[in-house]
């Protein structure tokens, strides 16, 4: 049996769809299963040993560039490929009409979320199988409660991201326990204030754990040096690519993070991870740290905050630390 699941973007999402391949993997060993995704997510996808092949899709190149002839041809030759493959069922997680769209670029029989469940209905026509599941519920388990549907299983109470990173030398990580602090974010509503990361930064260095300010472009870089002239000693590393950010997180003490994918990726990781929320709420594609049911984080995965544009409620300092401080003992950070 070969399966392709499509999951394109972005990066939130693509971590919550990790668990489907675990179980998958679970109840049906003997399965291939292929992963279509968006270009510049293709590495997470690779760092989950159950997933066979790895499908790069350049949709977000095209969007980018729709006037590119040379756009046009990556993503011709894209489903050039796909079209080259046989599936004997492929699943489209992500409810999308772009996701709709690739996931029939192999003639396979697709399912999908029903026009009641998907985030865009008009995808559903698209489907040869449509599953509803609530839309009330965690994004993890509305994708892991349509693949069960879809093969025929219960999905197995604990989740399972099934990451493992390469054991690859980063010559610039602290050499001493350290916590990552994500500041950088897609919007600049989401972001939690400069002085609120350094007060909590100094709170940290005084506790005796190292800083990582990881960044993504030049604005966060500018960004993760400013906070880091407060926070002397404070590492601000090189352009990470996702592996070598799964690397370093894996390796973290703790992870705190405004709502940004690396803050997943982290979750994912299995490490203890604080979520920041200031215009966004965390319920429904908030951070997700193996709970058994859809009420909580999990035990290594904490949600504080969350607001709307009109009325933002970040968490402040204290609230932070405190969330912290389960995680600060010796066998957490030696």
Same mark, same amino acid.
């Given at each position: ?24 993997? !679970? +109840? !049906? ?10 270009? @510049? ?34 993503? *011709? ?11 004997? *069922? ?7 009409? $772009?996701?709709?769209? #690739? ?9 999908? %979320?029903?026009?009641?469940?998907? !985030?865009?209905? &008009? ?27 879809? %093969? ?6 604990? +989740?399972?991201?099934?990451? #493992?990173?390469?054991?690859? /030398?980063? /010559?610039? &990580?602290?050499?001493?326990? %350290? ?19 350094? $007060?909590?930064?100094?709170? =940290? ?13 030049? =604005? ?5 040096? !400013? ?11 090189? *352009? ?6 799964? #690397? ?9 993070? #405004? ?9 994912? &990781? ?13 319920? =429904?594609?908030? &951070? %997700? ?25 970040? @968490? ?7 969330? =912290? ?10």
């Amino acid at each position: 049996m070969r399966v392709l699941l499509v999951k394109l973007s972005s990066l939130g999402d693509v971590i919550h769809n990790l668990p489907v391949v675990s179980d998958l993997a !679970r +109840v !049906r060993p003997d399965w291939v299963i292929d992963w279509a995704i968006e270009t @510049p997510y293709a590495e997470i996808a690779t760092l989950h040993p159950a997933v066979g092949t790895v499908l790069p899709v350049p949709l977000r190149q095209l969007k980018k560039h729709w006037w590119s002839a040379a756009a046009w041809r990556d993503v *011709r030759a894209s489903r050039a490929c796909l079209s080259g493959q046989h599936y004997d *069922r492929i699943l489209d997680t992500q409810g999308l009409l $772009k996701s709709a769209w #690739v996931s029939r670029w192999t003639g396979g029989p697709v399912t999908g %979320f029903s026009a009641t469940s998907a !985030r865009e209905p &008009l995808a559903a026509r698209f489907y040869d199988q449509r599953v509803d599941v609530p839309r009330e519920l965690h994004a993890v388990t509305r994708n892991r409660l349509l693949a069960g549907q879809a %093969f025929g299983y219960t999905p197995p109470a604990t +989740v399972d991201y099934g990451l #493992v990173p390469p054991a690859r /030398p980063l /010559p610039w &990580l602290p050499a001493t326990p %350290f916590v990552v602090l994500l500041h950088a974010t897609s919007r600049a509503n989401k972001t939690w204030p400069d002085s609120s990361w350094i $007060k909590l930064g100094q709170r =940290l260095q005084a506790s005796g754990l190292n800083i990582l300010l990881p960044w993504g472009n030049e =604005l966060e870089h500018a960004t993760s040096r !400013r906070i880091a002239q407060s926070l002397p000693g404070a590492t601000v590393p090189p *352009r990470m690519t996702l592996t070598d950010a799964a #690397v370093a997180l894996a390796r973290a003490a703790v992870v705190i993070g #405004v709502d940004t994918g690396l803050a997943h990726l982290a979750v994912a &990781l299995g490490r203890p991870t604080i979520g920041l929320y200031v215009t966004t709420q965390p319920r =429904l594609t908030g &951070l %997700f740290g193996g709970a058994q049911d859809d009420q909580s984080a999990g035990d290594h995965a904490v949600n504080l905050g969350g607001g709307s544009e009109s009325a933002p409620a970040p @968490p402040d300092v204290d609230t932070v630390w405190g969330a =912290l401080q389960p995680h600060l003992n010796p066998a957490s950070t030696g």
